[in-house]
């Protein structure tokens, strides 16, 4: 890839990306009508964390009929505008004009997704007046939580560290369906998580305190791992031991319940994980998470 995220990508001025787009879709050039498309996803960000999206975005753009447009965020050896299939790229834009861009290419008619990879918190500020819902993705993570946490009234929200930790929620959620765990729900006493991405070991966290609405007598701990998954174990240890462990496959996790001589457990696959299946899982979401907003909430007042 060069320094304009897509080689292939043909140069046009800005007044002509919707003319290019057609010209496209109408020779069937790897483009989708614009009758045919299902949504906008706006990926912004430093451009080294964009490259890594071009593929996602190129495949949900044939798949899943979205029209995408690329901001990279800062100084740039490129300018102007790019048109690649359904893929827009807009280099060397100015901060004070991502908003208004947006607003121009946009589908008004269809869903707008912003895919925040990072940068200056004032422009995702102006982008979340724009968008129907926004999905975080800055390393680090921290100043975009706190400006969406100010700004949940305005879009739906959530981040893929979130998306990543959904088989292991539902997976801690299923314990509760067990008799025996509702009854010792108030005796837990420890949460211990292992990771290597502490920020999403503390989304987790928060998850379960505002969830099970404890109170100060649930200790929880977050250990580094020495593994580079981003959660390895989970443990929520009182009168039952709860567990939830990685397999050195990194595809599969074991749950496991304990409680006295009495112990169940099985192993259940983690799904596909990479950054399109992802995606592809925002995109079907359409209403807001409040559980991430809670636990989004109780991250950023910690």
Do not use: Y
């Not at 989708?32 to 996803?41: D, F, G, H």
């Not at 739906?156 to 509702?182: G, I, K, N």
């Not at 359409?286 to 007042?301: I, P």
Request: charged residues 25%; glycine residues 6%; negative net charge.
């Amino acid at each position: 890839m060069s320094t304009t995220l897509i080689e292939s990508a043909t140069a046009v001025a800005f007044g002509q990306i919707e003319g290019e787009l057609a010209q496209r879709a109408a020779v069937g050039k790897d483009a989708a009508p614009a009758r045919a498309l299902t949504a906008t996803v706006v990926a912004v960000g430093p451009p080294d964390r964009l490259h890594e999206v071009v593929e996602p975005l190129h495949t949900l753009g044939r798949t899943g009929a979205i029209r995408a447009i690329l901001i990279p965020q800062g100084p740039s050896e490129a300018s102007g505008a790019e048109v690649a299939s359904n893929v827009v790229v807009l280099n060397g834009l100015q901060d004070s004009f991502i908003d208004n861009a947006v607003a121009a290419l946009r589908l008004s008619s269809l869903p707008t997704v912003i895919w925040w990879r990072g940068g200056p918190v004032e422009i995702l500020g102006n982008l979340i007046k724009l968008a129907d819902r926004v999905v975080l993705d800055a390393d680090p993570p921290e100043p975009g939580w706190a400006c969406a946490a100010e700004n949940l009234d305005r879009a739906a929200f959530s981040d893929m560290r979130w998306t990543r930790l959904t088989r292991w929620r539902a997976l801690m959620a299923q314990f509760f369906d067990l008799p025996e765990v509702q009854a010792a729900a108030s005796d837990f006493t420890h949460l211990c998580i292992e990771a290597s991405d502490r920020p999403a070991a503390s989304l987790f966290a928060a998850w379960m305190q505002r969830e099970l609405r404890w109170d100060d007598r649930v200790t929880i701990e977050i250990q580094e791992s020495k593994r580079h998954e981003a959660i390895t174990r989970v443990s929520l240890t009182g009168t039952i031991d709860l567990h939830l462990r990685l397999a050195k496959n990194a595809k599969c996790v074991e749950s496991a319940a304990t409680a006295g001589q009495s112990a169940t457990s099985r192993v259940v696959t983690l799904g596909d994980e990479s950054v399109t299946a992802l995606l592809a899982e925002e995109l079907r979401i359409r209403s807001r998470d409040h559980a991430f907003e809670r636990a989004l909430t109780k991250v950023v007042e910690s």
